[in-house]
């Protein structure tokens, strides 16, 4: 049954907004919902968005987690949402290179082990799913668990393919297009229907709530990315997708998919869930692409499947 829309319009009791500066003092905002003092804690988890994507959109699924007994917490990417732009047009989504991101989920996660109980869970959706994944090749963090919904492993480069669309990227870069958007936008977030909702969800209700929040904090709103940020996305996904990469991550993984995602490739979904030692990949045959916003008929056995991973977690820990 979908909750009120108006609760779900409004930030809930116990979370807070903050700053976190980094070393660099880029700041980032930062959100927080512990489980009430006094409770026992399931674990903590962290949920990242994806690109140009904000945590509000997501608090439905946050709070089935919170009332669980999960304390959660986040932050906005640097040049995103409520951490500042990386250029002077706040509507380019734009990256010189994904390596800050990396380097900003790996000073973040070992600030908040330190300070929050067991088990560990790192929650990532698209874009960020695909930074959550870098770091676990990269870092080898020893989590109790990575939750990845419809990760942006690699971007869909049909019809030319990876090759030719990564080359076609960095001549528009290199040619003075580096900071210019790579794509115009779709339709306005506040229309049900648009061309745009059919991308991310098939629900009415849960799209609005996209567009209810962007009306009442515009800030957050960033447009379609930069040349760049398709050279440094080709870029990252080559790195990740390295022989022996994705076959060296240690953590237990659930991976879930949209077998009709027309914004990341399946295809990468499939190969990185066969190369990594523990891994259970979930591709439902309906959903878009944002499976925690979908309709309750998809979303249900979804967060079912996130349920059940987080208790294994939690029964797995000593």
């Known amino acids: 049954m979908k909750k009120n829309r108006t609760v779900l319009r409004s930030y809930p009791e116990g979370l807070t907004l903050d700053r976190l500066d980094m070393p660099d003092e880029w700041p980032l905002r930062r959100w927080d919902w512990p489980i009430s003092d006094g409770e026992a804690p399931k674990g903590s988890l962290i949920f990242q968005t994806g690109r140009g994507d904000f945590f509000e959109k997501y608090l439905e699924s946050l709070m089935a987690w919170h009332q669980a007994g999960w304390n959660l917490t986040g932050f906005d990417w640097r040049g995103q949402s409520g951490s500042g732009r990386l250029l002077n047009d706040p509507t380019v989504g734009h990256a010189e290179s994904f390596e800050p991101w990396i380097a900003d989920l790996d000073r973040f996660v070992a600030d908040w082990r330190q300070r929050m109980p067991g088990p560990h869970i790192l929650a990532s959706h698209s874009m960020g799913g695909h930074i959550a994944m870098r770091y676990l090749v990269d870092h080898r963090p020893k989590l109790d668990g990575a939750i990845f919904s419809a990760p942006m492993l690699k971007v869909v ?4 393919g990876d090759r030719l669309s990564a080359f076609v990227a960095r001549q528009f870069a290199r040619f003075g297009f580096a900071e210019q958007h790579a794509w115009q936008e779709n339709e306005k977030p506040s229309l049900p229907g648009s061309s745009r909702q059919k991308l991310l969800t098939h629900d009415d209700d849960r799209y609005a709530d996209e567009g209810w929040w962007l009306a009442n904090k515009p800030e957050l709103k960033m447009g379609p990315p930069s040349w760049q940020w398709l050279v440094a996305a080709y870029e990252s996904s080559a790195r990740m997708f390295a022989p022996g990469g994705l076959e060296a991550v240690e953590t237990p993984v659930l991976i879930l998919a949209a077998q009709k995602d027309r914004l990341v490739s399946i295809g990468a979904i499939r190969e990185a869930a066969a190369r990594l030692p523990d891994c259970r990949l979930y591709v439902h045959p309906e959903a878009a692409h944002e499976v925690f916003r979908e309709r309750d ?15 294994g977690c939690a029964a797995a820990r000593p």
């Open 297 to 311: 008929e998809i979303r249900d056995p979804l967060m079912a499947e996130v349920a059940a991973f987080l208790e």
């Open 157 to 160: 480069s049909k019809p030319l």
